[in-house]
């Protein structure tokens, strides 16, 4: 898919842990009207703060292009005072030159997902055969299996807690004998 990229250099006031970079990309969004046809990326560095936003445009898109060239025109002729009440950030310097390609870009689609597997259909008027009362009882002995089964598990081991405890409590103490100590 061809493709068209506006690039805009910028300098703010500050430093990287201060700035509100989600703010700052939401408003240079708006201000370089990047918005459906639009992936707007941006890029913060040190050195006060440098930003440089990339607006990449679907190149049929030619309204997309036009109206992302207006803007990105307007941005840089705007004084940094303009731009700082535009951005809410001071913005120290605005490069006055907008880089612009045009080139190819790849997209990847994903394969759609499989289909969900098939239940099969239940019967219309269940019949009283003994195949669908064996499946009832079946299901209901599992049930009363798993909660039989539960209950026993719980009580084996809150019984084999008390048994260890009382083998704690019931230990006795056997004092070391005492050595007599000779002076040579």
């Known amino acids: 898919m061809e493709v068209i990229t506006q690039q805009v250099e910028l300098v703010l006031a500050g430093t990287l842990e201060s700035l509100d970079r989600a703010a700052v990309k ?12 639009c992936d707007l990326s941006v890029t913060f560095t040190e050195g006060s703060v440098n930003v440089e936003a990339t607006a990449i445009i679907v190149a049929t898109d030619m309204q997309a292009v036009a109206r992302v060239t207006a803007a990105v025109r307007g941005l840089v002729t ?11 950030v001071r913005v120290q310097t605005v490069v006055q030159q907008v880089k612009t390609e045009q080139r190819l870009r790849s ?5 759609p ?3 969900p597997p ?8 269940p019949s009283n055969t003994t195949e669908s009362t064996d499946m009832g009882s079946s299901e209901s002995g599992a049930i009363v299996g798993a909660i039989v089964g539960g209950i026993a598990g719980v009580g ?3 019984g084999g807690g008390l048994m260890m405890f ?12 005492k050595t007599a100590v000779s002076a040579t």
């Not at 939401?26 to 046809?37: G, H, V």
């Not at 997209?107 to 394969?111: L, M």
């Open 118 to 125: 098939t239940i099969p259909p239940l019967p219309a008027h």
């Open 156 to 158: 084996l081991v809150i």
């Open 166 to 177: 009382r083998r704690r409590l019931n230990a006795k103490v056997v004092p070391l004998p």
């Open 78 to 88: 705007s004084s940094p005072a303009a731009l700082s009440d535009k951005l809410g």
């Open 26 to 37: 939401a408003q240079l969004r708006i201000e370089m009207s990047c918005s459906d046809a």
């Open 113 to 115: 997902p499989p289909a």
């Open 107 to 111: 997209i990847i689609v994903a394969p």
